[in-house]
């Protein structure tokens, strides 16, 4: 069995450090790694148990820092931020000689004192780093900061060297330019942490409702006491004590009391929930009002909340198709530029005769106004931005190849019952034809119990409300059965058949089965109902039953009408029904009476012509959802539909989250896109201005730092943007 461990990793500042990184990894024989040189975090999946130690050396040998599985949250400075406050005291007096007159500032000896902690810290930090990337293979920024910086800073020295005493060392002092790049760098650094950390907040805040103290209560000595205990320390079977005001630790189903639970946090829904006893609770939502026992069913990584934990992070990691031209140019960026800034040199200076210093400056210019950490930030800051509060909101994406999908989406291919229906069906009629009725509705609830379909949970549900109105051969009349039909234990095999329904055997070795029209032969189709019961292939009872269409149903496809998508209504329901929910809701185009393998089959020839969404919430509609370019599941949905969906709305009350869906990918891929002109842009204007002695070094630096703080500031203005 396959085990995932994730460590952090300090010291990536762009995509470069991440490849590095990967290749140093996937050499030493990982095969399953993810880096995102954004949140630090590398990801590895092996057979059997990662050995840290190795990957510790691996990590630190490509010359990064290895944390550790929990990264511990510090209210101190970081790192960065520390050696930005410690190289700018020593850089300020260097760039204050440029306008101060004070004589003291011009010695050369004084500058050298003030540059070299600057460049100590310079060549530890982005030295150890730039080493480590050639080392790997990938040159990274680094490399780029580390010769600029170094150039200057010798240059300044073999100038001092060789005139010294002669009055003329003060044409050869470049140490302020040397120390400048270097704290400039740090300080954009140290603004790029801060943005980052803007753009992962929300995965954070999600981490955070895993922490706490719980309440368990435990039985010592025949008596019950409570013993705080943290959420980690927490196992399935326990039980827990909650009051209003308390985070649920873990999932769960309520033994005792009642609760008015706020579940916003996982579903998005801003309404209190009220929980009785039976019903399950998700680990990290809040009691409002109430007390009770909970008894815990998964803990720890098996929990609902750390399963979108994990899905987030993952959809993060994942990068869309527009990245990977990025990832090609930032591949090769380094040695491009190093190999401008060569030529930079040895034009200007021997084609152009421009002076030794003027044409040394000029490449230095060039080498650290480069910035392929503007490509590498583009993607994945605006997906980090949209992926995070869009979870806390109750959708989820499975990874940031959906996000662009869903914008390009032309036709949403919608599922009816429990999609755009309520799902909640109330039996209308039921007609038997077999005079053993009490035996017929004994195998219909033993079969519908084990189906996960909303009709299934209706009937199950009106059987045990005592509802049925039951008609004999046919007939009109009927009295409301006076008390719950008894659940039959012999029956056995049963099983869920895609499409069709639910099929078991019974103790005297006969067939049974409840599901759709589909199991009836021709002759039997005008008695058919919306749930049949056969007994050995024949017809022994038929209900009808009556499911109210969502109220925002109409809205959303209103909105994709508007959008220029296409709608169609694809479903295994009778045609008539089909058409009275598409007549309501504006839908123009509909496929009744569909098997799966039909639904397949359209999907696949839809997708093929234009980027398609399916919307479904059944195991029928799987295959469906998995070959859509699209698929999305409601939160109600079988676990089939939801492992199969690629966006799943944890909000099953309200399918205008699918509209918020729609709108936060096109939103995204946006920001992606004006991320990207930006980083490209910017260096295809300042290498050529650098390269002409346009800008000096200083300059240079300050515009390199500057030019990821832009995409990032662009990425967390996506936060608060309105999704219109």
């Known amino acids: 069995m396959s085990k995932e461990i994730t460590v952090n990793v300090d010291g990536m500042t762009c995509a470069n450090c991440a490849a590095g990184i990967h290749r140093k990894l996937t050499k030493a024989g990982y095969q399953k790694v993810d880096v995102s040189f954004a949140t630090g975090e590398v990801t590895i999946e092996e057979e059997g148990p990662v050995d840290l130690d190795r990957v510790r050396a691996l990590i630190s040998d490509a010359g990064y820092t290895y944390v550790g599985e929990k990264r511990k949250e510090s209210s101190g400075l970081a790192p960065i931020e520390k050696m930005f406050l410690f190289t700018l005291p020593f850089t300020l007096p260097l760039l204050a000689h440029m306008v101060l007159p004070w004589h003291v500032l011009h010695d050369p000896l004084v500058q050298l004192a003030l540059c070299l902690p600057v460049m100590a810290i310079g060549i530890a930090h982005f030295g150890k780093s730039a080493f480590g990337s050639l080392r790997n293979g990938v040159p990274n920024m680094d490399v780029l900061i580390f010769i600029g910086s170094v150039s200057a800073f010798v240059y300044s020295i073999v100038g001092v060297a060789l005139h010294w005493g002669t009055g003329q060392e003060s044409q050869y002092l470049f140490f302020e330019t040397a120390a400048t790049i270097i704290t400039l760098v740090l300080m954009g650094n140290v603004i790029e942490h801060r943005a ?26 025949g008596k019950w006491k409570i013993v705080e205990t943290a959420f980690r320390e927490l196992v399935a079977g326990n039980l827990v004590q909650v009051n209003s005001g308390d985070s649920i630790p873990a999932d769960g189903i309520l033994e005792s009391g009642a609760l008015h639970v706020n579940e916003s946090m996982i579903t998005g829904e801003s309404e209190p929930v009220r929980k009785v006893q039976g019903e399950t609770l998700i680990g990290g939502t809040i009691v409002l009002d109430g007390n009770g ?97 869009s979870a806390k909101g109750g959708i989820l994406f499975k990874g940031g190849e959906s996000v662009e999908q869903l914008s390009k989406v032309k036709r949403v291919v919608f599922d009816k019952t429990g999609t755009l229906t309520t799902g909640e069906m109330r039996v209308g009629d039921i007609l038997f034809f077999t005079s053993d009725e009490t035996e017929a509705l004994q195998m219909l609830a033993a079969l519908e119990e084990k189906s996960s379909h909303s009709i299934a949970k209706a009937v199950v549900k009106e059987l045990e409300n005592r509802k049925w109105n039951s008609k004999a051969s046919g007939e009109r009349g009927g009295d409301v059965l006076p008390s719950p039909v008894p659940r039959p234990s012999s029956i056995k095999d049963i099983e869920e058949e895609k499409g069709l329904g639910m099929r078991g055997t019974d103790a005297k070795g006969r067939t049974w089965q409840a599901g759709s029209f589909k199991l009836l032969s021709d002759h039997e189709l005008k008695h058919a109902g919306d749930v049949n019961l056969l007994c050995d292939g024949q017809l022994v009872a038929s209900l009808t039953l009556e499911d109210d269409i969502r109220p925002d149903a109409k809205t959303l496809v209103d909105f994709l009408h508007s959008k220029g998508i296409e709608t169609v209504l694809l479903s295994g329901d009778r045609q008539e029904k089909c058409d009275r929910v598409a007549k309501q809701t504006g839908i123009h185009e509909v496929y009744a009476e569909q098997r799966p393998e039909d639904k397949l089959r359209l999907i696949t020839q839809w997708a093929d012509e234009h980027p398609t969404a399916m919307v479904g919430d059944g195991i029928n509609d799987a295959p469906a959802l998995t070959r859509a370019t699209v698929g999305i599941s409601l939160s109600g949905a079988t676990q089939v539909a939801v492992n199969a969906a690629s966006v799943v709305i944890m909000d099953s009350g309200g399918l205008l989250r699918i509209r918020e869906a729609f709108q936060l990918g096109h939103h995204t891929v946006l920001t992606i896109k004006q991320n990207l002109f930006w980083a490209f842009a910017y260096n295809m204007v300042a290498i050529p201005l650098a390269a002409f002695g ?31």
Do not use: Y
């Not at 907040?201 to 981490?207: E, H, N, P, R, W």
């Open 196 to 221: 980052v950390k803007q753009t992962t907040t929300a995965i954070s805040d999600l981490g955070q409702l895993q922490e706490g103290i719980a309440k368990k209560t435990v039985e010592e000595n």
């Open 293 to 389: 026992i909970v008894r815990l069913t998964a803990t720890g990584q098996s929990t609902v909340l750390a399963g979108i934990i994990a899905m987030v992070k993952k959809a993060q990691q994942e990068k869309p198709s527009m990245q990977r031209l990025a990832d090609r140019v930032s591949a090769v960026f380094v040695p491009v530029v190093v190999g401008i800034a060569l030529l930079t040199f040895l034009l200007g200076h021997f084609a152009f005769h421009i002076g030794l210093q003027a044409a040394i400056m000029n490449a230095v210019a060039v080498l650290v106004i480069s910035c392929p950490c503007a490509m590498g930030l583009a993607t994945p800051t605006a997906v980090m931005v949209g992926l995070g509060p």
């Open 694 to 724: 346009f800008l000096n070094p200083m300059v240079a630096a300050l515009s390199m730092a500057f030019s990821d703080v832009v995409v990032i500031g662009n990425a967390v203005r996506f936060k608060f943007k309105r999704l219109d």
